[in-house]
């Protein structure tokens, strides 16, 4: 059990916990201590120094994420001593970061400009050092932008800690710089951690500001937007409202303002891939051929091909929610329409930077036509409302379009970690017995720990499932099936903290404590609904009925490979 504390920061008495730094204490207790580089995820380096404190019985400023509280300890937080050295430091850091605010993803949060207005700093008493510094695109993915590094170290942290080690600090001159590493053994996932733990803005995804409305400007198409679950929970921050909220309608709503033709929900896509997950498991289970591991974050999947291809014949054939609903709106939907599928233009909004990578992967066409065609992130989507001067927060709610903007509470909970193994158990449980759980709510494998671990009885057999998030942590696990191949019977992974709430591509600052409102905002969605299991959805039946009533056209619409891969970003 951990111990109380009591110390004292200018001069009010709080209780903290042993083992928070003095910054975690001072926050926990509404006292605001500057920061820059702190993020709960990663490790402290107490690189920005603009944390200082002042302690009784200690020479000179100490740094408050660094330093570990104390019984009785006395903390002064403000005072003009402390604040002329933050100001000093945050002038230095400024001649480190090339400032181009307009094309910046923490335009809505940015921290450096926060903490210079409140320390009366100057932006530009230093001349900028990093003149003539590369910028580097990781694939579709990613940009990073080294003029713009402070190097902190985040993003190596964060990257080291994701078991890729892509990102790490070479000498460059008398100095170390931050930049992708040239290892042909190490490689960009694509999960876009390192733009979600950049202070700065250093990272952004590809396209992030330049090309958002393209998608929308190509006026002789019939444009379809199509939104993950996660988004529903979270855009709402980037108007002011509270993580967790549930938008979901005035999402639709405010997408329709950006002139499209139709807007489908990615969470009956989930449903989709839940009825077929579902069967791949069961039919796994019956071969002895376990573990099935989770395909649908796309990061995850090039970790494995890149890192683990041992495991590559392991990953679910199931193809992602956005890449089967995608895949529906150009045949199914088409059809029903009369549409030719060349004329159809499907944009996903994702939480997830991987996204922009999975669309372009050449297996997933569908008669030589890529299933979606652009994806845009939440922030992205934000900016682009906030552009065209809509406003999310005060818009009527209108509904998804029909038929493919109904889902299950099971679709909607694949944004949350746990929610793809839930969905899948939900149904694979009816599969293999023609019932329903009695209790569909699977608490076991719910909740932000990294690695849950649960087992469920069906028909006197167990079905042992792990909950994974972090490649890092999925990597003990694939460590583990190496001793003992059959210790477990299905492994769901998503690379971000959290799952897709935890995105790349979500509003930042992006933290625990947010994801955790957002995973509860899409339980609660479940809850609320009286369609919860994905095999009972009168849509998933009637295209299963209609459309996807032979092996060949179900295989081909629903399912893919996966392969071992080399090396695909050099700086």
């Not at 001069?11 to 926050?27: P, T, V, Y």
């Not at 957002?518 to 459309?547: N, W």
């Amino acid at each position: 059990m951990t111990k109380d504390i009591s110390i004292v920061i200018d001069g009010k008495n709080i209780k903290a916990q042993e083992g928070q730094s003095i910054l975690e204490a001072a926050r926990a207790s509404g006292i605001d201590i500057p920061s820059l580089c702190y993020h709960p995820d990663v490790d402290n380096r107490s690189s920005c120094r603009l944390c200082l404190v002042e302690i009784k019985g200690r020479k000179g400023l100490q740094t408050a994420c660094s330093t570990k509280v104390e019984e009785g300890m006395e903390i002064v937080s403000e005072s003009d001593k402390i604040n002329e050295a933050r100001k000093a430091n945050l002038e230095l850091l400024f001649g480190e970061h090339r400032i181009e605010c307009f094309d910046c993803v923490l335009q809505n949060s940015c921290r450096l400009k926060q903490l210079a207005a409140r320390l009366k700093a100057s932006m530009t008493k230093y001349p900028n050092r990093k003149t003539n510094y590369p910028t580097y695109q990781f694939g579709p993915a990613l940009i990073f932008d080294s003029s713009k590094c402070i190097d902190c170290g985040n993003c190596i942290d964060v990257c080291k800690k994701q078991g890729v080690c892509f990102l790490e600090k070479q000498q460059k001159g008398d100095s170390f710089e931050t930049m992708p590493s040239s290892n042909p053994k190490r490689d960009c996932i694509y999960c876009g951690q390192c733009l979600a733990h950049c202070p700065v803005g250093a990272f952004e995804s590809v396209g992030e500001y330049e090309d958002i409305e393209k998608p929308f400007l190509l006026k002789d198409k019939t444009i379809i937007v199509q939104f993950a679950p996660a988004i529903r929970t979270s855009i709402g921050e980037e108007f002011g409202m509270m993580p967790g909220e549930v938008v979901t309608d005035k999402l639709v709503a405010a997408i329709r303002k950006l002139g499209v033709n139709k807007v489908f929900d990615v969470s009956v896509g989930a449903d989709f891939t839940t009825m077929e997950e579902a069967e791949e498991l069961v039919e796994k289970k019956k071969k002895g051929d376990t573990p099935c591991l989770s395909s649908c974050c796309p990061a995850w999947v090039k970790y494995v091909e890149f890192y683990h291809p041992e495991f590559v014949n392991h990953l679910a054939t199931t193809r992602s929610p956005q890449v089967i609903l995608g895949a529906l709106i150009k045949t199914y939907f088409a059809k029903n329409e009369g549409i030719d599928p060349k004329n159809i233009v499907v944009i996903s909004i994702m939480p997830c930077t991987a996204k922009k990578y999975e669309i372009e992967r050449e297996e997933l066409k569908i008669d030589g036509l890529k299933p979606v065609d652009f994806v845009l992130t939440t922030r992205e989507l934000a900016m682009l409302f906030r552009r065209k001067g809509i406003d999310l927060k005060n818009i009527e709610p209108e509904p998804a379009d029909d038929p493919l903007g109904i889902p299950s509470g099971a679709g909607v909970i694949y944004g949350a970690t746990g929610g793809v193994a839930e969905s899948a158990l939900r149904t694979a449980f009816f599969k293999m017995t023609g019932e329903n759980l009695v209790k569909l709510d699977l608490e076991a494998v719910r909740g932000m720990d990294e690695i849950k671990v649960a087992e469920i009885e069906v028909k006197g057999e167990k079905f042992r499932i792990a909950v994974v998030t972090g490649t890092g942590n999925a990597a003990k696990l694939l460590e583990e099936l190496k001793q003992n191949p059959k210790a477990y019977d299905a492994i769901e992974v998503m690379a971000c903290p959290g799952g897709c709430i935890g995105g790349g591509g979500q509003p930042l600052p992006n933290t625990p404590e947010k994801r955790k409102q957002r995973a509860e905002g899409l339980y609660q969605i479940d809850r609320e609904k009286k369609l919860r299991l994905a095999h009972e959805s009168p849509i998933i039946k009637k295209v299963y009925d209609e459309f996807l009533n032979n092996e060949e056209i179900r295989h081909k619409l629903c399912h893919t490979k996966y392969f071992k891969k080399n090396k695909e970003v050099n700086p």
